[in-house]
Protein backbone atom coordinates (compact mmCIF):
# COMPACT_ATOMS: atom_id res chain seq x y z
CA UNK A 1 0.00 0.00 0.00
CA UNK A 2 1.20 3.50 -0.58
CA UNK A 3 1.71 6.15 2.30
CA UNK A 4 3.43 8.06 4.54
CA UNK A 5 4.79 6.09 7.80
CA UNK A 6 5.96 7.91 10.79
CA UNK A 7 7.31 6.32 14.03
CA UNK A 8 7.07 5.66 16.31
CA UNK A 9 3.39 7.04 17.06
CA UNK A 10 4.29 8.17 20.83
CA UNK A 11 8.03 9.04 22.01
CA UNK A 12 9.01 9.94 25.44
CA UNK A 13 13.01 11.86 26.01
CA UNK A 14 14.35 13.80 28.61
CA UNK A 15 14.87 17.12 28.51
CA UNK A 16 18.40 18.22 26.78
CA UNK A 17 18.22 14.79 24.79
CA UNK A 18 17.69 15.40 20.91
CA UNK A 19 15.46 13.45 19.27
CA UNK A 20 14.85 12.22 15.81
CA UNK A 21 11.16 11.44 14.29
CA UNK A 22 11.11 9.25 11.27
CA UNK A 23 9.46 9.78 7.89
CA UNK A 24 9.44 7.61 5.03
CA UNK A 25 6.85 7.52 1.95
CA UNK A 26 6.45 5.45 -1.18
CA UNK A 27 4.65 7.68 -3.05
CA UNK A 28 7.23 8.53 -5.11
CA UNK A 29 6.49 12.30 -4.08
CA UNK A 30 9.11 14.92 -4.36
CA UNK A 31 7.93 17.42 -1.91
CA UNK A 32 8.18 16.61 1.90
CA UNK A 33 6.87 19.01 4.67
CA UNK A 34 7.19 18.86 8.55
CA UNK A 35 4.19 20.45 10.68
CA UNK A 36 3.88 20.65 14.69
CA UNK A 37 0.43 21.11 16.27
CA UNK A 38 -0.35 22.39 19.39
CA UNK A 39 -3.85 22.14 21.57
CA UNK A 40 -5.95 25.04 19.99
CA UNK A 41 -3.53 26.07 17.47
CA UNK A 42 -3.25 25.71 13.56
CA UNK A 43 -0.28 23.21 12.12
CA UNK A 44 2.99 25.16 12.04
CA UNK A 45 5.39 24.49 9.18
CA UNK A 46 8.96 23.21 10.98
CA UNK A 47 11.01 22.74 7.52
CA UNK A 48 10.00 21.14 3.91
CA UNK A 49 12.30 20.23 0.71
CA UNK A 50 10.96 20.47 -2.72
CA UNK A 51 13.96 18.20 -3.97
CA UNK A 52 16.20 15.12 -2.76
CA UNK A 53 19.34 17.23 -0.81
CA UNK A 54 17.53 20.56 -0.51
CA UNK A 55 15.17 21.82 2.46
CA UNK A 56 14.02 25.47 3.65
CA UNK A 57 13.06 26.57 7.09
CA UNK A 58 9.37 27.19 7.73
CA UNK A 59 7.69 29.81 9.94
CA UNK A 60 9.19 27.82 13.02
CA UNK A 61 12.64 25.94 12.14
CA UNK A 62 14.38 27.26 15.44
CA UNK A 63 15.73 24.02 17.18
CA UNK A 64 15.19 21.71 14.61
CA UNK A 65 17.21 20.22 11.73
CA UNK A 66 16.27 17.83 8.57
CA UNK A 67 18.00 15.93 6.08
CA UNK A 68 16.94 14.94 2.98
CA UNK A 69 19.12 12.00 1.52
CA UNK A 70 16.92 10.08 -0.13
CA UNK A 71 13.49 10.65 -1.73
CA UNK A 72 11.45 8.25 0.72
CA UNK A 73 12.80 9.79 3.53
CA UNK A 74 12.54 12.99 5.57
CA UNK A 75 14.19 12.88 9.26
CA UNK A 76 13.23 15.65 11.23
CA UNK A 77 15.80 16.05 14.70
CA UNK A 78 14.18 17.81 17.41
CA UNK A 79 17.32 19.85 19.34
CA UNK A 80 18.01 20.16 22.97
CA UNK A 81 17.61 23.85 21.70
CA UNK A 82 14.27 23.55 21.24
CA UNK A 83 12.34 25.28 24.15
CA UNK A 84 9.38 23.25 23.98
CA UNK A 85 9.53 20.27 22.16
CA UNK A 86 6.21 18.98 23.49
CA UNK A 87 3.81 18.30 20.53
CA UNK A 88 2.43 16.52 18.03
CA UNK A 89 4.46 16.31 15.01
CA UNK A 90 2.80 15.71 11.63
CA UNK A 91 5.11 14.73 8.50
CA UNK A 92 3.61 15.37 4.71
CA UNK A 93 4.42 15.12 1.49
CA UNK A 94 2.84 15.86 -2.08
CA UNK A 95 3.49 14.98 -5.97
CA UNK A 96 4.25 17.09 -8.72
CA UNK A 97 1.11 17.85 -9.88
CA UNK A 98 -0.63 18.94 -6.56
CA UNK A 99 -1.04 20.92 -3.99
CA UNK A 100 -2.30 18.30 -2.05
CA UNK A 101 -0.93 17.56 0.78
CA UNK A 102 -1.12 13.97 2.58
CA UNK A 103 -0.26 13.31 6.05
CA UNK A 104 1.75 10.39 8.04
CA UNK A 105 -0.17 9.30 11.22
CA UNK A 106 2.17 11.74 13.51
CA UNK A 107 4.56 11.48 16.25
CA UNK A 108 3.33 12.31 19.48
CA UNK A 109 6.42 13.76 21.32
CA UNK A 110 6.44 14.59 25.16
CA UNK A 111 9.98 15.90 27.16
CA UNK A 112 10.20 14.79 30.26
CA UNK B 1 1.74 37.42 8.73
CA UNK B 2 -1.12 34.90 7.48
CA UNK B 3 -4.42 35.60 9.06
CA UNK B 4 -7.04 31.91 8.88
CA UNK B 5 -10.08 32.15 10.92
CA UNK B 6 -12.64 29.59 11.87
CA UNK B 7 -14.94 28.74 14.56
CA UNK B 8 -13.33 26.89 17.57
CA UNK B 9 -16.07 24.56 18.12
CA UNK B 10 -19.85 23.51 17.21
CA UNK B 11 -22.18 21.06 18.13
CA UNK B 12 -24.94 19.53 15.93
CA UNK B 13 -27.55 16.57 15.60
CA UNK B 14 -26.94 13.79 14.05
CA UNK B 15 -29.32 13.91 10.81
CA UNK B 16 -28.24 17.52 10.72
CA UNK B 17 -26.08 20.12 8.31
CA UNK B 18 -23.00 22.02 9.56
CA UNK B 19 -21.56 24.99 8.10
CA UNK B 20 -18.14 25.65 8.76
CA UNK B 21 -16.77 29.27 7.88
CA UNK B 22 -13.36 30.19 7.16
CA UNK B 23 -12.04 33.93 6.57
CA UNK B 24 -8.28 34.18 5.42
CA UNK B 25 -6.04 37.15 4.85
CA UNK B 26 -3.05 35.78 3.30
CA UNK B 27 -0.03 36.96 1.49
CA UNK B 28 -1.34 35.76 -1.63
CA UNK B 29 -4.29 32.95 -2.48
CA UNK B 30 -3.60 29.15 -4.82
CA UNK B 31 -6.22 27.63 -3.36
CA UNK B 32 -7.96 26.44 -0.02
CA UNK B 33 -7.89 22.90 1.77
CA UNK B 34 -10.16 21.38 3.89
CA UNK B 35 -9.07 18.53 5.45
CA UNK B 36 -10.90 16.74 8.78
CA UNK B 37 -8.64 15.25 11.36
CA UNK B 38 -9.91 12.86 14.17
CA UNK B 39 -8.26 13.21 17.78
CA UNK B 40 -4.78 11.87 17.45
CA UNK B 41 -4.86 11.14 14.04
CA UNK B 42 -3.49 12.58 10.72
CA UNK B 43 -5.62 15.26 8.72
CA UNK B 44 -7.15 13.74 5.89
CA UNK B 45 -8.17 15.77 2.42
CA UNK B 46 -11.75 16.24 1.95
CA UNK B 47 -12.07 19.25 -0.39
CA UNK B 48 -9.88 21.57 -2.74
CA UNK B 49 -11.02 25.28 -4.02
CA UNK B 50 -9.40 27.15 -6.05
CA UNK B 51 -11.99 29.17 -8.28
CA UNK B 52 -15.08 30.11 -6.83
CA UNK B 53 -18.10 28.72 -6.91
CA UNK B 54 -19.59 25.62 -5.00
CA UNK B 55 -17.46 21.94 -5.20
CA UNK B 56 -19.92 19.13 -3.87
CA UNK B 57 -18.66 15.80 -2.83
CA UNK B 58 -21.41 13.31 -1.21
CA UNK B 59 -22.13 14.38 1.84
CA UNK B 60 -19.33 17.44 2.08
CA UNK B 61 -19.16 20.68 -0.01
CA UNK B 62 -16.89 23.35 -0.33
CA UNK B 63 -17.55 26.92 -1.08
CA UNK B 64 -15.46 29.92 -2.22
CA UNK B 65 -15.42 33.70 -2.53
CA UNK B 66 -12.11 34.86 -3.50
CA UNK B 67 -13.27 38.34 -3.73
CA UNK B 68 -14.58 38.32 0.30
CA UNK B 69 -11.64 36.24 1.48
CA UNK B 70 -13.84 33.29 2.36
CA UNK B 71 -14.85 29.94 2.37
CA UNK B 72 -17.16 27.32 4.50
CA UNK B 73 -17.74 23.15 4.61
CA UNK B 74 -21.16 22.32 4.31
CA UNK B 75 -21.64 18.70 6.01
CA UNK B 76 -25.10 17.45 5.63
CA UNK B 77 -27.12 14.28 6.95
CA UNK B 78 -24.24 13.93 10.10
CA UNK B 79 -23.35 11.26 11.42
CA UNK B 80 -21.70 10.46 14.42
CA UNK B 81 -18.34 9.04 12.68
CA UNK B 82 -18.52 13.10 11.73
CA UNK B 83 -17.39 14.30 15.07
CA UNK B 84 -13.66 15.59 14.40
CA UNK B 85 -11.51 18.91 13.34
CA UNK B 86 -12.17 20.39 10.81
CA UNK B 87 -8.88 22.40 9.27
CA UNK B 88 -8.97 25.09 6.76
CA UNK B 89 -5.43 25.83 4.67
CA UNK B 90 -4.75 28.51 2.13
CA UNK B 91 -1.93 27.92 -0.76
CA UNK B 92 0.21 31.40 -0.26
CA UNK B 93 2.41 33.16 -2.93
CA UNK B 94 5.27 30.40 -1.65
CA UNK B 95 2.66 27.37 -2.57
CA UNK B 96 3.08 26.78 1.15
CA UNK B 97 0.50 25.75 3.36
CA UNK B 98 -1.18 28.17 5.69
CA UNK B 99 -3.66 26.33 8.40
CA UNK B 100 -6.25 27.82 10.70
CA UNK B 101 -6.51 26.59 14.05
CA UNK B 102 -9.33 24.40 13.08
CA UNK B 103 -13.10 23.75 14.06
CA UNK B 104 -13.69 21.07 16.54
CA UNK B 105 -17.65 19.31 15.16
CA UNK B 106 -19.55 17.35 18.01
CA UNK B 107 -22.47 15.57 16.49
CA UNK B 108 -24.63 14.45 19.27
CA UNK B 109 -27.45 11.52 19.15
Known amino acids: DGGITQSPKYLFRKEGQNVTLSCEQN?????MYWYRQDPGQGLRLIYY???????QKGDIAEGYSVSREKKESFPLTVTSAQKNPTAFYLC???????????FGPGTRLTVL | GQNIDQPTEMTATEGAIVQINCTYQ??????LFWYQQHAGEAPTFLSY????GLEEKGRFSSFLSRSKGYSYLLLKELQMKDSASYLC??????????FGAGTTVTVRA
Open chain 1, 92 to 102: ASSGEDTDTQY
Open chain 1, 27 to 31: LNHDA
Open chain 1, 49 to 55: SQIVNDF
Open chain 2, 26 to 31: TSGFNG
Open chain 2, 49 to 52: NVLD
Open chain 2, 89 to 98: AVVTNDYKLS
